[in-house]
T-cell receptor
Framework: KAGVTQTPRYLIKTRGQQVTLSCSPI?????VSWYQQTPGQGLQFLFE???????NKGNFPGRFSGRQFSNSRSEMNVSTLELGDSALYLC?????????????FGPGTRLTVT | QKEVEQNSGPLSVPEGAIASLNCTYS??????FFWYRQYSGKSPELIMS??SNGDKEDGRFTAQLNKASQYVSLLIRDSQPSDSATYLC????????WGAGTKLIIKP
């Protein structure tokens, strides 16, 4: 079974621009969660989508948004990029939303904002 | 505030020895517990999940859960240099809370 895929793998953007990252979950998985990881902050939860609905949201500004499509693929968008948005963005999929379900991570998208 | 605490390390263990990684959590209602391994520059990889008190073994890895004391641990037997990584503990009660990770170094 194919794993979680994320595109693009690497991205360089300029301050003020916007960016869209894509995530395709494991086949049959309906929940997708997004995380930001930086060396100093560890894994920070952005949001979770299940059946095209945002189920949970972390403590990030409104510049960070996401959506999920009917085939469970998900995108996240960051508008008006800031230098501090440079990070590894990880997508994780699970069978469903809830306590018992294991999350499996994609390889991540490394975003550099200059 | 729900918290998951891990010693940041680095924890240095000789090759062939047992590495013991610990994690404590604050939410008594937590129901699911996960250990992930993350190599530098890579994404986290699920190693073990445990849902009930006691031990769960998978190869060289053993997860131990004690809900009364609110801790979960991961033992790695016969440690290998390839086990050198950061180990993340995650605890869930309808919301997954992550620890900051323990960096493990296995010395040949």
């Amino acid at each position: 079974k194919a794993g979680v895929t994320q595109t693009p793998r690497y991205l360089i953007k300029t301050r003020g621009q916007q960016v869209t990252l894509s995530c395709s979950p494991i086949s049959g998985h309906r929940s997708v969660s997004w995380y930001q990881q930086t060396p100093g902050q560890g894994l920070q939860f952005l949001f979770e989508y299940f059946s095209e609905t945002q189920r949970n949201k972390g403590n990030f500004p409104g510049r960070f948004s996401g959506r999920q499509f009917s085939n469970s693929r998900s995108e996240m968008n960051v508008s008006t990029l800031e230098l501090g948005d440079s990070a590894l963005y990880l997508c994780a999929s699970s069978l469903a939303s809830g306590t018992l379900y294991e999350q499996y991570f994609g390889p991540g998208t490394r975003l550099t904002v200059t | 505030q729900k918290e998951v605490e891990q010693n940041s390390g680095p924890l240095s263990v000789p090759e062939g020895a047992i590495a013991s990684l610990n994690c404590t959590y604050s939410d008594r209602g937590s129901q699911s517990f996960f250990w992930y391994r993350q190599y530098s520059g890579k994404s986290p990889e699920l190693i073990m999940s445990i849902y009930s008190n006691g031990d769960k073994e998978d190869g060289r890895f053993t997860a131990q859960l004690n809900k009364a004391s609110q801790y979960v641990s991961l033992l790695i037997r016969d440690s290998q240099p390839s086990d050198s990584a950061t180990y993340l503990c995650a605890v869930s009660n309808y919301q997954l809370i992550w620890g900051a990770g323990t960096k493990l170094i296995i010395k040949p």
